[in-house]
């Protein structure tokens, strides 16, 4: 089980109140949220081997090279992103805290969490489950392996399992192709903005005719008409270049650098000593009790 962690902390943070507070007043409820949720996560999924991913570099600089404005959205000032500044604090706290309980915590300079996700799953030998809330991760399914994603667009006691029959009955597409239908589509949330009058269903009609955006390009440098939608070649034709850049954006790294790393889920604390003073100290005992009681059975 591969954990988005930046992508389930953002949800805890929003999704348990600010009010939840530390003895010392400082806010907690993403700490104690995300606590919970690896917890559910655990107790429902009985993984043998977890890893929390995390972004050593939210807006890698070989991605802003090859479309500027991935994320430009979102930054706050130089390569600083914007994070609501009760969230800020509590993210190194994660960190410890899971370093405490020694469950795996993984990233690679330079790279995203989406690229250890990747990295980690191309790695793997067995089936995986990766739990996060961004589709772009959606292209890693694979049911011959198997590889699924917990979508948490519903909540992580009613994760959404995507598999290649959910992404063909969603998009339209072949269900291992939706990276390639990304790049057409587009994703303003990321600041990719896709080919200019090509939406969702025109992208999977060509995906689904070409089969690939390799096979799609190559039919159009090589002039063909057949297969395109009315108007839609012209469009392809004026965005080639973004067309060419994309791929390196939305497709996920296989091959991060990344530590060895124990991935065994841990039965009983790495660190209980500095697991008790960081509940002390963050009025954590509720949900890492129900964490460690669920770890170790």
Known sequence: MLLDTPSLYFRAFYGVPESIKAPDGSPVNAVRGLIDMIATLVRQHSPTA???????????????????????????????EVVPEALVPQIAVIQEVLDALGIARLESPGYEADDVIGTLT?????????????????????????????????????????????????????????????????????????????????????????????????????????GFPAGARSRLAAARDYLRAAPAVVEVAPDAPLPAA????????????????LADRHGLDGPLNRLLDTLGG
């Open 50 to 80: 977890l890893a929390a991913t995390m972004d050593a570099d939210w807006r890698p600089a070989f991605r802003v090279k090859a479309i500027p404005t991935y994320k430009a959205h979102r930054v706050a000032h130089g390569n600083t």
């Open 122 to 226: 191309h790695q793997a030998t067995g089936a995986v489950d990766i739990v996060t809330g961004d589709r772009d991760l959606f292209q890693l399914v694979d049911d011959a392996r198997p590889v699924r994603v917990l979508y948490t667009i519903r909540g992580i006691r009613n994760l959404q399992i995507v598999d290649e029959a959910f992404v063909t009955a969603k998009y339209g597409i072949p269900g291992r192709a939706y990276a390639d239908f990304a790049t057409l589509r587009g994703d303003p949330s990321d600041g990719l903005p896709g080919v200019a009058g090509v939406g969702e269903k025109t992208a999977a009609a060509l995906i689904t005719r070409f089969g690939t955006l390799d096979a799609l390009l190559e039919a159009l440098d090589a002039g063909a008409t057949d």
């Open 262 to 277: 124990d991935l065994t889920l841990p039965a009983k604390p790495r660190d209980p000593e500095a697991l008790v003073r």
